[in-house]
């Protein structure tokens, strides 16, 4: 029988100990499956027999398992890891617990991760990092719905080392044939989500049987206990096989003296000598030296944090990738990717995120949601949207190219997340499947007849007014008013209305937020348009989003975007009301109405504020003309 004990060299040569224990392997995993299948018992089981419980912790244990333990006083090993109030309240995981632990031959992260359907975001985030899985099936129940969701989200996420651990096989009193009638139903699922290599073990968390000693209940069971197979599964290999890939995460710069490269080597070997490629500018060099404490290396592979120089001054950044010279990475700004999303707010396709992918951070924008993957039945859906804890395929654009790999080969390279502009929070994680062909196939043309010289034909710069408000605020009458003004003074306009576009360019539109997204989309595009033709472009938009209103600011030049917030109370604009509309979504007759119930976020910094209680259409007019015109903008280009 194996028996798991701190090492005797703690006792004997504790500095000895150190030394071995810092060049120990790391292994990550996740424990994952439906409610009440026993992992955050299975996690407080490890910890414990493995000696890393220390003797408060046990006493408060002891003490917490007698207070709210499910174990009639006995010790609920589950209330290592279920720390939150609420958790122990209702006897469930919410979020995800990080545990270390360490035997004499590796050492572990192991995270808890929730059962609850309502909290796979959660789950997704421990499993982003893991190297393998223990997926848990109680006995009495068998394969569940949450144990398919979370088998699938496990292949999705790429981990191809995974244990299916039968817990509470003493409850069914340790019977052979329910142990293979669960194993072949999985099996059965497994093999169409692409998890067709697994280990079933039968286990008691509880107890601990066959998890760090071979259980004398399951004489008809010959294959590995648990810590045995988590202490010897294979999980480097893989990437030292493929080619050098290291994302600068840091350019190291202490002194005069030293110029560095600092990053965490994601796939591959690389040695001194070795040629290079920085991407995405493709500028080429040789590794001169692999800087690290207390001496250089003469190698360095996958899984190593190190700092490499170079024979020659080449411009390298943060987000930069540094691959093997003679098997670079590709470089693409449009993709299929598959999306988890993360959000309460749902994904409409068309608004602008911020994805970060290893240490790069650029602008990006889902095109079109492809399809919605049901997780229960494998189905595939056509949808508009994705809602909290759906996933979809979607074709995504960035606002650069970036160096990538697919995440099926490199997870580093390959999986990326999406935080809202506005509020910095992480909204979506992903996995790129592929570059589009169109990101190699479309090329911007350039032309010899520039913006500024289009804009010095007319001496005047091309720049986009856009009039943003509720509906009924007067925005549409005070664009009217501004243009003629400035059409009076020699000036180039075209005016863009709301309800104008959507006669042709927009006319397959309606007024969900996806559609308004769009719509918004396509405006800000003819405006630039519009914009590199040297015209002063008027556009009248409720555009009650602010990423909208954000993402047009964004796709012009500095200066050339001046935000106005016709802004008027909703109770006036009711007044005005001269179409109905107000009237009409009151009585429930018009759905998704701005004000009403679809909301309008008001501009946080706009350049100009019209309020148009204190001020006519015509002054208003005038308010602007006066601000375009006292720019300090040399008209004679």
């Not at 998890?211 to 990437?239: C, F, H, N, R």
């Amino acid at each position: 029988m194996t028996v798991y004990k701190p090492s005797d060299l703690i006792a004997e040569d504790i500095d000895a100990y150190l030394v071995a224990h810092q060049h120990k392997s790391l292994l990550r995993f996740i424990t994952c499956g439906s409610v009440d299948d026993g992992k955050s018992t299975l996690i407080g089981r490890l910890l414990y027999d493995s000696k890393m419980i220390f003797e408060d912790q046990m006493a408060a244990l002891e003490a917490d398992s007698r207070r709210v333990g499910t174990q009639g006083g006995a010790i609920d090993f589950a209330l290592l890891v279920d720390g939150l109030a609420a958790e122990r309240e209702q006897g469930i995981t919410i979020d995800v617990a990080y545990r270390f632990f360490a035997t004499d031959k590796r050492k572990f992260i192991v995270a808890d991760t929730p059962g609850h359907e309502q909290y796979t975001r959660n789950m997704v985030t421990g499993a982003s990092t893991a190297d393998a899985a223990v997926i848990l099936i109680d006995a009495r129940k068998g394969v569940l719905t949450q144990t398919r969701r979370h088998s699938y989200l496990v292949s999705l996420l790429g981990i191809r080392h995974v244990v299916l651990a039968v817990n509470k096989m003493d409850l069914v009193g340790w019977d052979q044939t329910v142990f293979d009638r669960i194993v072949a139903d999985y099996r059965a699922f497994a093999d169409q989500i692409g998890l067709s290599v697994f280990t079933p073990i039968p286990i008691s968390g509880l107890g601990g049987d066959n998890m760090a000693s071979k259980s004398q209940a399951s004489p008809w069971y010959d294959g590995p206990i648990l810590m045995d197979w988590l202490e010897t599964v294979q999980v480097e290999d893989d990437l030292q096989a493929q080619p050098f890939r290291m994302p600068v995460q840091w350019v190291n710069r202490p002194n005069l003296d030293f110029r560095g490269f600092s990053g965490l080597i994601a796939s591959g070997v690389v040695k001194p000598g070795d040629r290079i490629r920085v991407l995405p500018s493709g500028r080429e060099s040789k590794v001169d030296r692999i800087v690290t404490l207390p001496d250089d290396l003469p190698q360095a592979v996958a899984g190593q944090s190190v700092t490499l120089t170079l024979t020659d001054e080449i411009d390298i950044s943060r987000g930069d990738l540094i691959v093997a010279a003679d098997a670079p990475s590709p470089v693409a700004g449009q993709f299929e990717a598959t999306v988890v999303w993360m959000d309460d707010e749902p994904l409409p396709p068309g608004r602008a995120y911020l994805l970060k992918i290893g240490a790069r951070t650029v602008g990006a924008s889902v095109t079109e949601i492809k399809h919605r993957v049901n997780v229960n039945t494998l189905e595939r859906t056509a949808a508009k949207r994705l809602e909290l804890n759906e996933i979809g395929l979607v074709n995504l654009s960035l606002d650069q190219p970036v160096p990538f790999e697919a995440y099926a080969d490199n997870r580093e390279l390959g999986g990326f997340i999406l935080i809202d502009r506005i509020s910095n929070r992480t909204v979506g994680a992903g996995m790129l499947n592929f570059a589009l062909r169109r990101a190699d196939n479309i090329h911007w043309q350039h032309t010899d007849v520039t913006k500024q010289s289009r804009a010095a034909l007319k001496s005047q710069r091309g720049q986009v007014v856009w009039l943003t408000g509720l509906s009924g605020a007067g925005k549409s009458t005070i664009a009217n008013l501004v243009e003629k003004r400035l059409h009076a003074l020699g000036r180039h306009t075209y005016l863009l209305d709301g309800d104008n576009v959507r006669h042709g360019l927009n006319k397959n539109l309606g007024f969900t937020e996806e559609d308004r997204v769009e719509n918004i989309r396509r405006v800000a595009e003819v405006a630039k348009l519009m914009v590199d033709a040297g015209l002063i472009v008027l556009t009248a938009f409720i555009s009650p989003f602010r990423a909208e209103r954000r993402m047009a600011r964004e796709i012009l030049e500095d200066g050339e975007f001046i935000e106005v917030f016709v802004d008027t109370p909703l109770a006036v604009a009711e007044q005005r009301d001269v179409k109905g509309l107000y009237a009409k979504a009151r009585s429930g007759q018009l759905k998704n109405f701005t004000g009403i119930d679809s909301p309008y976020e008001a501009p946080e910094a706009p350049e100009l504020r019209i309020d148009t209680t204190t001020v006519t259409p015509v002054e208003a007019a005038e308010q602007i003309v006066a601000w375009l015109e006292g720019q300090e903008i040399d008209y004679d280009i």
